[in-house]
């Protein structure tokens, strides 16, 4: 069975912090991929990234980077110099096979000036 | 940008109602699926398909049902709406392939008073 842990539900910054959103997953396959989505407050989960198993080559997009790490079975999504329209709730999804995308419980994010 | 769409955006009807949530995507994809995500931001499968006149029941048990007979729509219907069916409904689509990533509609906020 796969399973994702978002173990934060809820994080607090001020604008400018940097702020890191914690992901651990399980699953038993050895080719498989992983998500992170961000959901603003308009409702829809909006496509931030892909990685799959065999590359743990860390990524950096602007102000968001993410750390993919096999050994601990996690994969960190860092924003660098929040700003409030980061408020929004991020998800961590891993996908294997043909099964369905599974989606961690979800992280919001609250960014105040 | 993703070309999904769910109609209507919001929905406040009565008890004992039939509704259909409409779901309609122009990428071609082959896997659409449905998700009722509470305000406790958990998202949970309730449907999804793999391809015209394919549907499996996801993780949550639902009393809706789906139907797909045609690539690009795949409706959710509630024959009897229910307070209890009070939810956000969000649709989503992805490709054949293992690695890509789903896309997600606005979503559908239903209110059953």
């Known amino acids: 069975a796969q399973k994702v842990t978002q173990a934060q539900t809820e994080i607090s910054v001020v604008e400018k912090e940097d702020v890191t959103l914690d992901c651990v997953y399980e699953?038993?396959?050895?080719?498989?991929?992983l998500f992170w989505y961000k959901q603003p407050p308009s409702g829809e989960l909006v496509f931030l990234i892909r990685?799959?198993?065999?590359?743990?080559q860390n990524e950096i997009s602007g102000r968001y980077s993410w750390n993919f790490q096999k050994s601990t079975s996690s994969f960190n999504f860092t924003i660098t110099a929040s700003q409030v329209v980061d408020s929004a709730v991020y998800f961590c999804?891993?996908?294997?096979?043909?099964?369905?995308?599974?989606f961690g419980k979800g992280t919001m994010l609250l960014v105040s000036p | 940008e993703a070309d999904i769409y769910q109609t209507p955006r919001y929905l406040v009807i009565g008890t004992g109602k039939k509704i259909t949530l409409e779901c309609s995507q122009t990428?071609?994809?082959?896997?659409m699926y449905w998700y009722q995500q509470d305000p406790g931001m958990e998202l949970h499968l309730i449907h999804y398909?793999?391809?015209?006149?394919?549907?499996e029941k996801g993780d949550l048990s639902s009393e809706s049902t789906v139907s797909r007979i045609r690539t690009e729509h795949f409706p959710l219907t509630l024959e009897s709406a229910r307070p209890s069916h009070t939810s956000q409904y969000l649709c989503?689509?992805?490709?054949?392939?293992?690695?890509?990533?789903?896309?997600f509609g606005q979503g559908t906020r239903l209110t059953v008073v």
């Open positions: 989503a689509s992805s490709g054949r392939a293992m690695n890509t990533e789903a896309f």
């Open positions: 699953t038993r396959d050895t080719t498989y991929y």
């Open positions: 990685r799959n198993s065999f590359d743990e």
């Open positions: 999804a891993l996908g294997s096979g043909y099964s369905t995308l599974t």
């Open positions: 990428m071609g994809h082959d896997k």
């Open positions: 398909s793999y391809g015209v006149n394919s549907t």
